[in-house]
């Protein structure tokens, strides 16, 4: 490692009306290392992150590059001082190609003439000498989100990135597309690039980083290097108290019959059969684990069995009430709860409060009714119940959602769902994107619910939340059910292999 670290930030302070979300923080980097920022939920790591990309400024504080103060006062400045970031939220137009994606902004394309061509060229050079293989010619709605994130790594690497930001770059991917990023950051390290990398999941923070930082309400609270940290150490540096990380599950004799799926069709998007003639059935005090590497056909059944999606052909029972191609208020007053994956879009109002996005869809509860009226401190009393059980760090209960940090929104989402006990849940990645505290705290209650008796349906791509939670484990793969296992007798492996669309009998051979 050379003397000088290539970035230092020094005493960093950021204030958002009721929040102090960085408070005095010291971070530095080194070249060819990764340095990991950990922490809960709305701890401040984004913030920070966002700081040093030119996004927001700093109350107080200073960044240095080399040894140098400089002000970074726009993501173009941070690109000019070769400073990359990979969005959770990728910054690509879906209509143009991935080289036309990388092409635009640079200082050429300003020119009369981009020589795409060129451009293509050095995409592919990029590409084998990293390992992010990828069409330059393919239009970007066509890739699934993992060749996306290449297209958003190719970009900063083409632009001469040597410090660059991941802000949870592994929460949208597979387990074999994490592998593959992991063999493509390790060479942009042994090239002498500096990386801050942040994650929840404590087994990726281990495998990559070297050392680590714990923030905690926007105050730097630990430091260590990875030698020598375990899971559960991280944990409990970042909570402040042991974490269990699998759940106790008791014994619950399962009911009847409560979603009821039988020869279900869907057309995606793209006019294509994303799901094919499923049938499945999940029964009362039972969680029925998906497994399967997105983009098979999990979304789109949530969505079906949510009333958001047509069914082509097929049918879906709550209870024994037909719910085909209702609409989504009729399928949640014949019993479902619902927990969408795309929470940004589709679980919340961010211009409505805390409290007005728990009470969703509640209202007609009689409970926050009085002789007709609504009743302002029953729901009151009821959203900051909530609020407190699940942890959502908010200033207060009227404060506008968009305005939380991602994983906040989650646990917002996961409060008003989880909160009833409803007749069916279908949760999409329960806990994609929450802290380790949160995501302990929500797999404790969908075991509680399923001893009241919920059907739960939880799809998953996290095997660990798989085996540890379900009573069987379907694996789908290209719209269909490759089988179901008991999740006591099958290994990892083998559902893995089904993920891949091997079928059971070869799996289990
Ligand atoms: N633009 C904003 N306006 C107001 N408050 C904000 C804004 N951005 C962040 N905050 C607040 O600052 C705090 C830190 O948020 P930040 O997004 O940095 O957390 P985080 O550590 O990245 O959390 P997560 O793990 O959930 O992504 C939170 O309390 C959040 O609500
Ligand atoms: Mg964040």
Not at 250 to 261: N, R, Y
Not at 296 to 305: D, P, S
Not at 325 to 350: C, F, H, T
Not at 495 to 504: F, N
């Amino acid at each position: 490692m050379a003397d000088v670290p290539m970035l230092e930030m020094k005493g960093i302070t950021k204030r958002f009306p009721g929040v102090l979300a960085n408070d005095k923080v010291d971070f530095d980097l080194f070249a060819g290392e990764v340095h990991t920022l950990l922490g809960e939920n709305g701890a401040g790591k984004s913030t920070l992150m966002k700081i040093l990309y030119g996004l927001y400024q700093a109350d107080e504080g200073e960044i240095l590059l080399n040894g140098t103060p400089t002000l970074i006062t726009s993501p173009t400045a941070a690109i000019e001082h070769n400073i990359g970031m990979i969005h959770q939220h990728f910054m690509l137009v879906e209509t143009l190609t991935v080289a036309e994606n990388v092409a635009l902004g640079l200082p050429s394309s300003r020119g009369a003439l981009t020589d795409l061509d060129a451009v293509s060229e050095k995409i592919v050079q990029l590409g084998s000498q990293y390992g992010l293989e990828i069409d330059p010619e393919a239009t970007v709605w066509q890739l699934a989100v993992g060749q996306k994130q290449r297209v958003e790594i190719i970009k900063a690497l083409y632009r001469e990135a040597q410090l660059l930001i991941l802000d949870e770059p592994t929460a949208v991917l597979t387990p074999q597309e994490v592998d593959q990023l992991f063999d493509t950051l390790h060479q942009m390290t042994a090239d002498g690039r500096g990386l801050i990398f942040i994650s929840h999941k404590l087994h990726e923070v281990l495998a990559l980083s070297d050392r680590i930082t714990v923030l905690r309400q926007g105050r730097v609270t630990g430091y260590t290097t990875t030698e020598g940290a375990t899971r559960s150490s991280l944990a409990s540096m970042m909570v402040g108290r042991e974490v269990k990380l699998a759940p106790d599950k008791p014994d619950v004799e399962t009911g009847s019959a409560a979603l009821e799926i039988s020869g279900l069709s869907v057309i995606g998007d793209r006019g294509n059969v994303v799901i094919d003639g499923i049938d499945l059935t999940v029964n009362e005090g039972e969680i029925l684990g998906i497994a399967g590497v997105s983009g098979n056909g999990q979304r789109e059944l949530a969505e079906t069995i949510a009333g958001l999606r047509q069914a082509e052909s097929g049918s879906i029972t709550i209870a024994g009430t037909d719910v085909t191609n209702q609409r989504p208020v009729d399928v949640r007053a014949a019993g479902l709860a619902y927990v969408p994956e795309g929470r940004m879009k589709d679980g919340i109002i961010g211009l409505f409060t805390v409290a007005e996005n728990l009470l969703l869809i509640d209202h007609n509860s009689k409970e926050f009714l009085d002789a007709g009226l609504l009743n302002f401190e029953a729901i009151r009393t009821h959203s900051q119940d909530l609020v407190d059980e699940f942890a959502v760090k908010t200033p207060s209960l009227d404060t506008p959602v968009r305005s939380l940090s991602g994983g906040n929104i989650q646990k917002l989402i996961l409060a008003r769902e989880l909160s009833g006990t409803p007749t069916v849940l279908v949760a999409s990645q329960p806990t994609r994107g929450v802290d380790i505290g949160a995501a302990e705290y929500i797999h404790k209650r969908l075991v509680q619910q399923r001893s009241e008796d919920t059907a739960i349906l939880m799809i998953s791509e996290d095997l660990d939340e798989v085996f540890g939670l379900s009573d069987r484990v379907a694996v789908m793969y290209e719209g269909e059910i490759m089988g179901i296992v008991d999740p006591k007798k099958a290994t990892r492996e083998q559902v893995g292999l089904m993920m891949a669309g091997v079928s059971q009998e070869q799996a289990l051979a």
